[in-house]
């Protein structure tokens, strides 16, 4: 994918990362996902920052950090309740990049920007989530609807709707991975961790995993040997303490810690492979391959992994 630091139409400039220091040593984890010997991780990661800017990090020499697009909060005076900040970032196997923003007038837009950094305006949805799955063929949608699943390469039309179940209204599926090998689609809602069946026609045919009391769901990845989520401490929307990463085995709900963390987990992703995790803690980005964890300081919100070529 060839980027360049270009800014969207209607966006001003946001200011450049604070902190670009090298990451820390690698610390060995207890256990680790089993990767496949003949997968690589990805060389590049997209990034949110807290002041709107997306970047592009080379992992291997993350003193290279590029701007191309930037989406600053804002509040709009002339709209009642109005506000606007991104809130989160994918990407896609051609290169292009999805930046979910929040919330007032709409709840949940999703921008879509081609690998030149500008907006396709054309391909805007009105969702809170999105998440390819690993052939490039399908893009699954987190809407007030349910969850909806459109053709790639472009968002057309659905192909399907898995509608919410009753209890379910008022809120809708984020944190959305898909299985390696696209039968299933791992999602949080309202705390609640599932996976569904890509062919069911409802939330209500999924599995659900409760979080331990006093606890929620606050993130989710399809790892290559079974789902992993975020276990944050507190009320749904009022985090308290820092998250766990956990193994979670949905038919018996139990869950075992991944990798010691120690701060607050705001956004968790995998490789289209299920190989690779990446997260970001404490506005920290890490990332765990091959057994080792790797951790890049900053003020990160989200980020994903580039595994389009260029």
Known sequence: ???????????????????????????????????????????????????????????????????????????????????????????????????????????????????????????????????????????????????????????????????LSRNQEGFAPEDLSWSPDGRRILFTIGGALGVVDASASSLAEATYVDAPPGSYWAGAAYAVDGPVGVEQPGELFHPSGPSRLVRVNPETGAATELVPTDGEIADLTVDPSGQFLLWVEDGRLRWLIDGEISTLDGEFLAAAWVTASG
């Not at 994918?1 to 604070?18: D, H, K, N, Q, W």
């Not at 709107?52 to 697009?69: C, F, L, N, P």
């Not at 292009?96 to 054309?122: F, K």
């Open 1 to 163: 994918m060839v980027l360049t630091a270009a800014l969207l139409a209607g966006c001003s400039e946001g200011p450049p990362l604070r902190s670009r220091a090298s990451p820390e040593p690698p610390t060995t984890p207890s256990s680790s996902p089993t990767p496949d010997a003949s997968g690589e991780p990805p060389a590049r990661i997209v990034a949110l920052t807290e002041q709107g800017d997306i970047v592009v990090i080379d992992r291997e020499t993350t003193g290279e950090v590029r701007t191309i697009a930037s989406f600053p909060p804002h509040e709009d005076p002339e709209v009642s309740a109005g506000s606007f900040w991104p809130v989160d970032v994918t990407t896609l196997p051609d290169g292009r990049v999805l930046l979910a923003t929040c919330c007032e007038p709409v709840a949940g837009h999703i921008y879509a920007l081609g690998d030149d950094g500008r907006r396709m305006q054309e391909q805007d949805l009105f969702a809170l989530d999105a998440q390819a799955d690993r052939a490039g063929e399908r893009l699954a949608t987190g809407e007030i609807i349910g969850l909806v699943i459109r053709p790639l390469p472009g968002p057309a039309s659905p192909s399907a709707t898995l509608d």
